[in-house]
């Protein structure tokens, strides 16, 4: 046996649960590498594992050994000496920590990856940067602010302020929200910092397009009031990290250093900023890997470039490729039809899926007479599901667009069956969250305008839009912040008349702000804002029911000792709400609870489900109608189908309905396309005329009786809302984590 086949066997000992593709992934250190996931195929095992092998034992490709060295290893393992005991005679060179660069897209999963090093790496694992690219970014530039023009305590602006502020740039410059909308600002601001133009680089490219150059009119003032106000938005966070490695070579050489590998989780998602500042922090020379499946890139609206890892091999050199092809999660049938849809695609990289479990159930299709229809046969399904063993957890709802859910939550509610929507208004964007983070927010800035803007007048201090204009004016002929201004408003004529209730709200930030500044404890000073602007006792006069924002409100402090635990005692203001604008996640925690869950595809990517049931199929809903006459669409809706598909694991029930109405007209679509890419011996055909003969007895009624009940229970990534039935069902015991609103059960 020679030192390589001994290596091997060594090593293929110490990671015996990796099957191959997924060890030579783990085993390949040095250079470029393009690992292509498929779904189900363990790639979170091999992130882990890859970067543990890196630190334990480094590049094993450079190890040598001598004769006399091999002889005693090869006794050694005839003997059956421990691993361990082989690994110590071996001189291996182990990658430090510090080296590593972990990126993914959630903090959930940025979360999930720390704590999983942690236990295999111990203390080790705290000196890797893993996170999510905004918080990567966030830490650079609070470092390197000054090289750009901000202070380090810059404020970072979430969508929400963004809107406020563009809604302010709009008006200011007297167009008309009819003529310019403002999400559709949002939208085209937000492109254009994902393809790295920046304001003056947009009135450059629209200059002889009307609609554009009112559009670059207002980011040329959004981008002004922002930094006027020391904040940036989450897009900023790239593009300034990006700019700042432009403008200064001497930083980015100094991380470009640090990080001698770098690891990249769901490139596919990655966007033309995002895929440009890995350029720069690797170079085409550098040890980068990067992980993600082409066919799983859906979220072109939010920017994503699937061609970043189309052509990895285009802007990276020596580029080796692996592919993960082996299933976990699927039974056979599923994978095949996955794979007979997603082949029509042209533009992807070849994979083929597959697994060791057997083909298990065929994919069934229900054709139904109505969306009422549709939405009965799954609940029947569920209860039937449900009667024979299994859990509501057990069962998901996937739908292309969210105005599917509302006949499917009413038929689900009829029947009693417990469900929780994934999707809606999370913890941190609810009014009440978001008016107390503004008072955080400017006690630490005090240049926050937005925010600023948000709570001089919350609650009521009768200052008016008026009044705020003409601070504004001022600030702006002066030259001052809005709160300079407002600090010091007596010495301006034109604001003397409501100097009184603008001093007294200046003179009351004032004494926040020093509270924090003397070292205050976090839950302290947030029960001294509390109190200083009487926020409970507002809930409590402006609100008929201000029980569950009050417990918002307490839930917000939970967090904070939960976060200065965490932190100790050198937490900071700063910190916290850092951690607070970088919360982006919008998936379901997997709390203790049985419901089934409602959500549209794109929701539910990086879920599985036992049960999958995917209404709506058909052209013109799915594939949206937007989307039919465009090729490169339609390949992205033939991405979410594959996707769909994919969540499920033992059973799929797709659906479609011979008329359908939408947006208060009954329409008749054909089946989708996708259905007929499915194989026909994969299929199980069924029509709701032979449902329609089962026997009464077996029908689920409606019921006159039924009491309603209101309740609404959150979850801890504060993204879902979950609806009871409306009688009493087992799972009816809630519990209360920090995040989560305490149950309000009220008899109607």
Not at 161 to 182: F, G, H
Not at 193 to 202: A, R
Not at 288 to 311: E, H, M, P, T
Not at 569 to 580: C, I, K, N
Request: hydrophobic share 35%.
């Amino acid at each position: 046996m020679n030192f390589e086949c001994l290596k091997n066997e060594f090593l293929n000992r110490e990671f015996s649960e990796l099957n191959d593709r997924q060890r030579e992934a783990v085993f390949s250190v040095s250079g470029n590498l393009l690992i292509l996931a498929g779904a189900g195929s363990g790639k979170t095992t091999v992130i882990i594992n890859r970067i543990y092998f890196m630190l334990k034992y480094g590049d094993l490709s450079s190890v040598k050994c001598s004769d006399e060295l091999l002889r005693m290893l090869v006794r050694g393992f005839e003997d059956k000496k421990s691993l361990s005991d082989f690994s110590e005679a071996l001189n291996f060179d182990p990658i430090l920590p510090e080296d590593v660069l972990a990126i993914t897209f959630t903090n959930k999963a940025a979360k999930e990856i720390r704590e999983r090093l942690e236990a295999k790496l111990g203390e080790k694992a705290d000196r890797i940067w893993a996170s999510t690219f905004h918080s990567m970014c966030a830490k650079i530039l609070r470092i390197h602010a000054e090289s750009l023009g901000y202070s380090p305590r810059f404020a970072i602006y979430d969508s929400d302020d963004t809107k406020r502020l563009i809604k302010e740039c709009i008006k200011s410059l007297n167009i008309e929200e009819k003529i310019l909308p403002v999400k559709s600002c949002m939208s085209h601001i937000s492109s254009a910092k994902d393809s790295l133009l920046d304001s003056f680089g947009f009135k450059m490219k629209y200059e002889n397009d009307f609609k554009m150059s009112r559009i670059s009119q207002v980011y040329d003032m959004y981008e002004d009031k922002k930094k006027k106000s020391d904040a940036m938005d989450f897009d900023d966070l790239v593009m300034n990290t990006v700019k700042l490695f432009k403008k200064h070579p001497k930083i980015r050489r100094q991380y470009m250093e640090r990080f001698k590998y770098v690891m990249v989780d769901e490139y596919q998602d990655t966007s033309e900023s995002q895929h440009e500042l890995i350029k720069m922090l690797t170079g085409k020379n550098g040890n980068l890997c990067v992980v993600g499946d082409d066919d799983q890139s859906i979220y072109k609206f939010r920017g994503a470039d699937v061609d970043n890892i189309l052509s990895f091999d285009k802007y990276f050199k020596d580029v080796k490729v692996i592919r993960l092809e082996q299933n976990y999660r699927s039974s056979g049938n599923i994978l095949s039809a996955a794979n007979a849809v997603i082949s029509n695609n042209s533009s992807r990289k070849s994979k083929f899926l597959w697994t060791s479990s057997g083909d298990g159930c065929k994919i069934r299709v229900h054709v139904s007479y109505s969306e009422h229809d549709e939405a009965e046969i799954i609940s029947k399904e569920i209860l039937e599901g449900v009667k024979n063993g299994k859990k509501y957890s057990d069962f998901a709802v996937l739908y292309r667009s969210g105005i599917q859910s509302a006949v499917i939550e009413k038929l689900l509610t009829r029947n009693g069956i417990p469900f929780r929507v994934i999707g809606n208004v999370r913890f941190f964007e609810r009014k009440e969250i978001k008016d107390i983070l503004s008072y955080l927010s400017v006690i630490n800035n005090p240049n926050d305008e937005i925010r600023l803007r948000r709570i001089i007048n919350r609650p009521n201090r009768t200052i008016g839009d008026r009044t705020l204009s003409s601070i504004a004016e001022v600030a702006q002929k002066n030259n001052r912040s809005f709160f300079e201004v407002i600090s010091n408003c007596s010495k301006y004529r034109e604001l003397q008349r409501a100097s009184y209730k603008i001093t007294s709200f200046s003179s009351l930030m004032n004494v926040l702000i020093e509270a924090n500044k003397d070292g205050m404890a976090l839950h302290d000073l947030y029960d001294l804002v509390l109190e200083k602007i009487g926020y409970i006792d507002f809930i409590k006069s402006s609100e008929d029911d201000p029980n569950p924002r009050i417990e918002n409100i307490n839930e917000l402090r939970n967090y904070i000792l939960v976060f200065e635990s965490q932190r100790g005692d050198g937490a900071s203001l700063a910190e916290f709400l850092e951690e607070v604008s970088l919360v982006s996640d919008s998936a379901s925690s997997e709390d203790e609870q049985d419901f089934v869950s409602l959500m549209t595809i794109h929701a539910s990517k990086g879920l599985e489900f036992p049960v999958v049931f995917l209404p709506g199929f058909e052209e013109g809903i799915f594939p949206s109608q937007q989307c039919i006459y465009e090729p490169d669409s339609i390949e992205e809706e033939r991405r979410l189908a594959y996707v769909a598909l994919t969540r499920a694991k033992e059973k799929i029930f797709i659906l479609h309905s011979t008329s359908r109405m939408t947006y208060g007209t009954t329409s008749h679509n054909k089946p989708s396309r996708f259905i007929s890419e499915i194989p026909s011996n994969l299929l199980e055909i069924t029509k709701s005329k032979d449902w329609k003969k089962l026997a009464a007895s077996d029908r689920i009624p409606p019921s006159n009786k039924q009491v309603r009940v209101k309740s609404v229970v959150l979850a801890r990534s504060f993204g879902s809302i979950t609806r009871k039935p409306s009688f009493p069902v087992k799972t009816n015991v809630l519990f209360r984590r920090p995040g989560i609103e305490k149950e309000q059960d009220q008899i109607v």
